[in-house]
């Protein structure tokens, strides 16, 4: 079977527009390829203890970030493809015309449409895919690469498939970073909530932790497939378990964590019934915010309820933790 490859050329700003604007379509399955990634792991590389890194992986460090989105190839997918030209076009005049201020820089928004081989599509993005240190406990490793942790490390074991989430892109080492913080040394009594769990590595990272209740909720159905895969893949079935869902809506579930990697608006409208699934001093933590929007989404999840109690950043992303404002409980759920 044939697939096309829908490629856009932009910037780390350009990227996060182009997704907004494919989940608005539904188009939630993507790849993105930001040479940052692989800087800051050539940056860090006596904190990961690799003893070499493949020449291979330093080249082209100063390439543009590009997302693609994958279909079968065939007549319905090929039109789809063009609309999607069309809708990029349409975003790079948007932005020259200033529709999103006169600060900001997407790139070239060059869309190409790539004809690939299923074989070669499902081998393409594993190339730069390593083990990687996330945390100060945290190495997450793709199943195809050995790996032999040092005393203290642990492993989490990722084959994301279709799904997003692969630990090595800021958002989602963001999110683990402040989970490992938040869950401290009595993980074992908190239970978490990992709103658009992706490939379940925020789940599986909780379970690994000490965590022994995690839900994991993800509107794509296939993402549940893999979740639930690589959840199976770390043993760790007894703790968490990944199902469908749209965000919280009709969800019981109560944590004294909330992790959600998403983008800015959807944190933005999850932060207006995040608080009704925290427990009382619960964490809720975000993440997949340009720090460019920091502010505002700051604002939004301090008008559903919250205050901020740290912003982390890295690079031009940043994660908010926030913890529901006191008297504001009772008003929650009075």
């Known amino acids: 079977m044939k697939y096309i490859e829908f490629k856009v050329h932009a910037t780390r700003q350009g990227i996060e527009q182009v ?60 039109e789809k493809v063009q609309i999607l030209k069309v809708l990029i076009m349409k975003l790079k005049s948007d932005e020259l015309y200033g529709e999103f201020g006169w600060d900001v820089d997407f790139g070239r928004l060059y869309g190409e ?15 730069n895919f390593k083990p990687t240190k996330i945390t100060d406990k945290l190495v ?17 074991e990722i084959d994301p498939g279709m799904a997003f989430g692969t630990g090595t892109h800021e958002t989602t080492s963001l999110c683990l970073k402040l989970m490992e913080k938040y869950l401290g040394n009595n993980a074992a009594e908190k239970k978490v909530l990992d709103v658009g769990c992706g490939s ?82 619960g964490v809720y933590i975000s993440s997949g915010i340009l720090v460019e929007k920091k502010e505002v989404v700051s604002e939004a999840i301090k008008e559903a309820g919250f205050e901020i109690i740290e912003i982390a950043e890295d690079g031009e992303w940043c994660a908010i933790a926030a913890k529901v404002k006191k008297g504001f409980f009772g008003r929650l759920f009075g």
């Open 200 to 281: 379940g590595i925020l789940s599986i990272g909780a379970a690994l932790l000490g965590s022994t209740d995690i839900l994991g909720i993800e509107i794509d159905e296939d993402a549940v497939r893999v979740a639930n895969e690589n959840i199976d893949l770390n043993k760790v079935g007894d703790k968490v378990k990944a199902v469908q869902g749209d965000l919280t809506e009709g969800v019981s579930f109560k944590a004294d964590i909330i992790v959600a990697n998403l983008m800015a608006d959807l944190v933005m409208k999850l932060s207006k019934s995040a608080g009704k699934h925290l427990k009382k001093d």
């Open 19 to 78: 997704t907004a604007m494919y989940m608005k379509y539904g188009i939630t399955d993507v790849s993105i390829d930001d040479p940052a990634d692989m800087q800051d792991i050539l940056d860090n590389k006596n904190e990961y203890g690799w003893d070499y890194i493949e020449d291979e992986m330093k080249e082209n460090l100063d390439r543009e970030p590009t997302i693609s989105c994958f279909f079968e190839d065939n007549e319905k997918n090929r």
């Open 140 to 156: 997450v490793k793709p199943t195809w690469e050995e790996y032999t942790p040092a005393d203290g490390e642990l492993v989490i």
């Open 113 to 127: 449409e790539i004809f690939i081989d299923d074989e070669d599509w499902k081998d393409k993005w594993k190339e």
